[in-house]
């Protein structure tokens, strides 16, 4: 996912979160400085820096605070959150991947880092090369949904309309190489459909179009569109991941629709520079998969349309390579080009 919203520089914003540590605070009484303590056992000695490579108020940059907040205070050091949006989430991953891996700049990285080497010739990081992929924190699902002027009712008839009026369709999604559009070309493919995508800049103007009956269908991330599902203004078609959104349990998956195997959902995560010491990842991980998986945080998570996941480092780093593969395929057949 390439968000729209993330295309040109800003300035950094960040936010400080800390929190208090007694054993920390005993280390220093007794006269030991940060100096000589090194790996894990004495990991983190000061602050730590992660950087969002989108813009404020976003679903990374939500999840990234909570989980910093959270962070901070469990380890008594700062986490700083800050805010490097730009070149389709290009400049933060890249700062991230050129820092110092000793654990204390981190990611939080995303699925528009396995979809850029297929979107750029001269990407200025390499996914695998470059980065230690922590943990894959959450999962958000794809909503298809269309205005009631539109006469389906199910995503079958969908495609059914789609083949009977090839390349007439219109759709819209948050953006170029979004989660939306990706997930929209999957199904396209899989099915033999061509419909026409309208590239948005960012899902609030999608909606408003989607709303007022001018765009008819809609794919993307579930959090958007769902309160208008709700209150009756949109029609939800499926959602795309294999078991349904606990945030929609009576919305169908597209495999229960017939279309069999089809996984797919946007996702976040936190990853840290190459050749960050195996304890650190190890200590990270185990840390923020605790916090991800807080009965509290996980419940808020889910209303909004999250799906905790809270795997292994080597876990998420295979659904990475996979992910890539996966994505250079989809864009090539598509021709999608970055903007």
Known sequence: MIAPECRGSLPAVAVIVTGMSLVFAATLAHGQGTQGIAGARGYPVKAIRTVVPYQPGGIADTLGRLVAQRLGAAWGQTVVVENRPGG?????????????????????????????PALFARLPYDPIRDFTWITNLAKVPILIAVHPVLPVRTTRELIALAKAKPGELLYGSSGIATSGHL???????????RMIHVPYKG???TMVDVLSGQLAIYFGAIGTPLPHVKSGRLRALAVTTMTRSPAAPDVPTLHEE??????FSTWYAISAPAATPADIITKLNSEIVRIVRQPDLRERLTAEGSMVVGDSSEEFTAFVKSEIARWGKVVKQAGIKAE
């Open 258 to 263: 017939g279309f069999k195997g089809f996984e």
């Open 183 to 193: 997930g929209a070309e999957l199904l396209m493919n899989m099915t033999g459909t």
């Open 88 to 116: 389709s989430t290009n400049i933060g991953s890249e700062l991230v991947a050129r820092s110092a891996p000793d654990g204390y700049t981190l990611l939080w990285s995303g699925i528009a880092n396995t979809v850029a």
């Open 203 to 205: 899902a609030a103007g």
